[in-house]
């Protein structure tokens, strides 16, 4: 015997027989299960009592597995961490766990409006592509990057590795230096207070066209007197919401630029600018210590996700203008030394606040 469906019906949607089928391997439908005839399907016996005897399992599509993904079945509310988007990060455990070769990449732009954070991707050293892309990722643009301080290809195919930028947090303890270093390694972090200051903390970023990758080395404050040279960066970290943090900040610029790092770039960050009650630090007494020491100033939330994009940004624009300018000064060495010296007359003649206004542009000398 056959089941007759009005055709009309079935279009209608009041059959739902039909999308559930979907899950039914395609060619039984087809070949065995329906047939039309004078406007009505027929569907033999067999497939029906299979189909509504039981309720059939969810296929495992694609979209499925992603849900299981972000969101097992339970009946409490979502936790914290089930906001995040775990795909690409999966991807990079994942992968990573069984292939070096490949690694994240996050991207953005520097625009007139300010840093334009266009996504991360997961890409392929050997290759120099693509394996996945997330957010708006300007993947063209990805693929045909420079990998000039990254890596560069052999010719004979195989990558040869160049050391990565090497960047030193430092600051008292507490005041969220471990949270902006793992801030910094994705677009999909939002706030974790569970961080792992042992933790590897590489991160590399796409900008101008060129690719560079950054290890941030997270000591704790104990040891920054003796922080060893050789950094590409220090980033010095207090937090607005205790002076002795901001004590201690202007303690280590000083000693950092007594010492063996008189050239090297600097970033002083008033971190947790979202305690905006309990501010104990303003903006404009921070300044112009930046500018005695030769620094950038930039205020942060990691929990607000405030100019963390933009301080790592920041970073990177600081050491690539920072080499770019060694390496002019040893090509045309007396010329830049006379700029440097009219602008430490200017600070002589004028005050510190004259600069202090650029001593917010991370993207500037
Ligand atoms: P570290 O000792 O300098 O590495 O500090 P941590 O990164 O371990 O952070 C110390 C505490 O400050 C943690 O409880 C963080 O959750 C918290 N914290 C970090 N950044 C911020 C921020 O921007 N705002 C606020 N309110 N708390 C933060
Ligand atoms: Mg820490």
């Known amino acids: 015997m056959k089941m007759h469906y009005n055709l009309q019906e079935v279009e209608e949607g009041k059959l739902m027989y039909f999308d559930k089928m979907k899950h039914v391997p395609s060619p039984l439908i087809g070949e065995h ?4 005839s004078n406007n009505n399907l027929d569907i033999s016996p067999r497939q029906r009592a299979r189909s509504t005897s039981m309720k059939k399992p969810k296929n495992k599509t694609f979209e499925n597995f992603e849900m299981e993904e972000i969101r097992p079945r339970t009946s409490s509310l979502p936790t914290k961490n089930n906001y995040r988007r775990p795909l690409i990060k999966n991807l990079r455990t994942n992968y990573e766990d069984q292939d070096h070769d490949l690694y994240r990449l996050r991207t953005f732009d520097v625009t007139s409006k300010g840093i334009v954070n266009r996504g991360d991707s997961i890409k392929s050293r050997s290759t120099n592509s693509i394996v996945s892309s997330e957010g708006d990722g300007n993947v063209l643009s990805i693929e045909s990057s420079s990998c000039s301080q990254n890596s560069l290809a052999n010719s004979d195919g195989s990558i040869h ?4 930028y090497r960047i030193v947090i430092l600051g008292a303890v507490g005041v ?12 999909e972090y939002l706030f974790d207070t569970s961080v792992d200051s042992e933790q590897e903390k590489m991160v590399s970023v796409l900008l101008d066209a060129e690719e560079s990758t950054m290890e941030f080395v997270d000591l704790e404050s104990d040891s920054a007197y003796q922080v060893e040279e050789g950094y590409d960066c220090y980033v010095v970290v207090y937090s607005i919401d205790d002076r002795k943090t ?3 900040a202007v303690d280590i610029l000083y ?8 050239k090297s770039a600097m970033i002083l960050v008033g971190n947790k600018s979202d305690l905006v009650r309990t501010r104990h630090i303003q903006a404009e007494e921070a300044k112009p210590v930046a500018v005695q020491y030769d620094c950038k100033f930039i205020e942060t939330s990691t929990v607000l996700n405030i100019n963390i994009d933009e301080l790592l940004v920041g970073v990177l624009k600081q050491i690539r203008l920072k080499h770019k300018k060694d390496e002019k ?3 045309h060495g007396t010329e830049i030394g006379c700029i440097m010296k009219s602008k430490s007359l200017l600070t002589k003649l004028f005050g510190k606040d004259t600069f202090s206004k650029s001593c ?3 993207y500037v000398l």
């Open 360 to 362: 917010e542009n991370l």
């Open 329 to 331: 000064e040893r090509t």
């Open 255 to 262: 000693h950092l630029r007594k010492e063996k790092h008189k």
């Open 176 to 187: 969220g230096k471990s949270t902006i270093a793992q801030q910094f390694l994705t677009s």
């Open 246 to 248: 901001f004590d201690r």
């Open 33 to 36: 299960v329906c047939k039309v």
């Open 161 to 164: 590795k160049i050391k990565p």
